[in-house]
């Protein structure tokens, strides 16, 4: 089925490590965007790309690294992982970037713990 | 920061209810979104209204928008139990080739058999 993968959908990571989460679209969207939801409050946008080799920041970037190497693909990088990004991860991807619009389409999500 | 706050936080009703939620915002939009979020799983869109409608249908939804007091309304007639969700309202500001979603804390709605 069309839509957003993401991988993996749980992941336990000490503080420290680093990990790289991974989101697949096959709808030939152009942006693409990820998110963290924590308990109580609405997602907040980390960062986000308009294309491929694009990428830029969003609301709350820091201790996260992207890459957009193909356009079905958007990588999240966290490279010294702290408690404070125990949170859940949404990748979702839109189409297209002028033009009529539309609503974004989500992945169904990844639960990360730091301990 | 949240751009969209949605009110009630949570909302309780019986099957076969309407049920009313609401949101508002702080700046200027292109557009606002409705999503749903079933417990454990990723959001997925209702509908879409653009800053020149005030109204839009779509089944069992009805979504007004008032760009003057900067607010939107989602109602649901006719609850069933599968709507038990939480519902969030997202506004979308067009800047440059920007294009970014802006989510409110949502509303979690229990629709009771």
């Known amino acids: 089925n069309a839509g957003v993968t993401q991988t993996p959908k749980f992941r336990v990571l000490k503080t420290g490590q680093s990990m790289t989460l991974l989101c697949a679209q096959d709808m030939n969207h152009e942006y693409m965007y990820w998110y963290r939801q924590d308990p109580g409050m609405g997602l907040r946008l980390i960062h986000y790309s308009v294309g491929e080799g694009t990428t830029a920041k969003g609301e709350v970037p820091d201790g996260y690294n992207v890459s957009r190497l193909k356009k079905q693909n958007f990588l999240l990088g966290l490279e010294s992982a702290a408690p404070s990004q125990t949170s859940v991860y949404f990748c979702?991807?839109?189409?297209?970037?002028?033009?009529?619009?539309?609503?974004?389409?989500f992945g169904s999500g990844t639960r990360l713990t730091v301990v | 920061s949240q751009q969209g706050e949605e009110d009630p936080q949570a909302l309780s009703i019986q099957e076969g209810e309407n049920a009313t939620m609401n949101c508002s915002y702080k700046?200027?939009?292109?557009?606002l979104q409705w999503y749903r979020q079933n417990s454990g799983r990723g959001l997925v869109h209702l509908i879409l209204?653009?800053?020149?409608?005030r109204e839009k249908h779509s089944g069992r939804l009805r979504v007004t928008l008032d760009t003057s007091k900067k607010s939107s309304s989602l109602l649901i007639t006719a609850s069933r139990a599968a709507d038990t969700a939480s519902y969030f309202c997202a506004t979308v500001l067009f800047s440059g080739s920007a294009r970014q979603l802006t989510f409110g804390s949502g509303t979690q709605l229990t629709v009771l058999p």
């Open positions: 979702a991807s839109s189409y297209p970037p002028a033009g009529p619009d539309y609503g974004y389409t």
């Open positions: 209204i653009r800053s020149n409608e």
């Open positions: 700046t200027s939009i292109n557009n």
